[in-house]
T-cell receptor
Framework: AQSVAQPEDQVNVAEGNPLTVKCTYS??????LFWYVQYPNRGLQFLLK??????LVKGSYGFEAEFNKSQTSFHLKKPSALVSDSALYFC????????????????FGAGTRLAVHP | EAQVTQNPRYLITVTGKKLTVTCSQN?????MSWYRQDPGLGLRQIYY???????DKGDVPEGYKVSRKEKRNFPLILESPSPNQTSLYFC???????????FGQGTRLTVV
């Protein structure tokens, strides 16, 4: 079964410190990989994606993510956390295979709540 | 402004009373989807549509209906809501050839 795992329910980090939010996936082929962020009472906002090429992708608000094919991971990182980064973060994947069931849907992890303390 | 608009944002209803949550996108996207978000489960796809008059079930379609009569609109219909459909619902759209989806603001539904 295809799945996405975010092993930490919550990540706590002090402002100014680097942060990492982990994501691993179990999906056949080479899926598209995404990170979305959800602020309180807001919809999901797209942060970044991995399609192909450089394993380190840069996204919005200073976030970046590192793709590791051998470990099937796509960890979200930021060099220096801000209190305003506190939110719920979702990792998601989508199949590249046009005629597979996974092409038309995003498979999400359960989410990781990031708390950045002053 | 490019956006996906859902209405209503909040809804409290009683078991069995039919309701519709509307979704509209102004980006001329072919693909539209509905997801529900539940704690500890992330988001799960309910239904999706690849274009006008083309819809199909996602992972959790039971108790829901959709229609796609116009490209911009993709309403979610609960014919007889039950308490287990209490959830946060998101509509999303994306363009063929583009990979990321754009999400609406969400509809928090409570069925009592």
């Amino acid at each position: 079964a295809q799945s996405v795992a975010q092993p930490e329910d919550q990540v706590n980090v002090a402002e100014g410190n680097p942060l990492t939010v982990k994501c691993t996936y179990s999906v056949s082929g080479n899926p598209y990989l995404f990170w979305y962020v959800q602020y309180p009472n807001r919809g999901l906002q797209f942060l970044l994606k991995y399609i192909t090429g450089d394993n380190l992708v840069k996204g919005s608000y200073g976030f970046e993510a590192e793709f590791n094919k051998s470990q099937t991971s796509f960890h979200l990182k930021k060099p220096s956390a801000l209190v305003s980064d506190s939110a719920l973060y979702f990792c998601a994947v989508r199949s590249r295979a046009m005629f597979s069931g996974g092409y038309n849907k995003l498979i999400f992890g359960a989410g990781t709540r990031l708390a950045v303390h002053p | 402004e490019a956006q996906v608009t859902q209405n209503p944002r909040y809804l409290i209803t009683v078991t069995g009373k039919k309701l519709t949550v509307t979704c509209s996108q102004n980006m001329n996207h072919e693909y539209m989807s509905w997801y529900r978000q539940d704690p500890g489960l992330g988001l799960r796809q309910i239904y999706y549509s690849m274009n006008v008059e083309v819809t199909d079930k996602g992972d959790v379609p039971e108790g829901y209906k959709v229609s796609r009569k116009e490209k911009r609109n993709f309403p979610l219909i609960l014919e007889s809501p039950s308490p287990n459909q209490t959830s946060l619902y998101f509509c999303a759209s994306r363009q063929e050839g583009l990979t990321e989806a754009f999400f609406g603001q969400g509809t928090r539904l409570t069925v009592v």
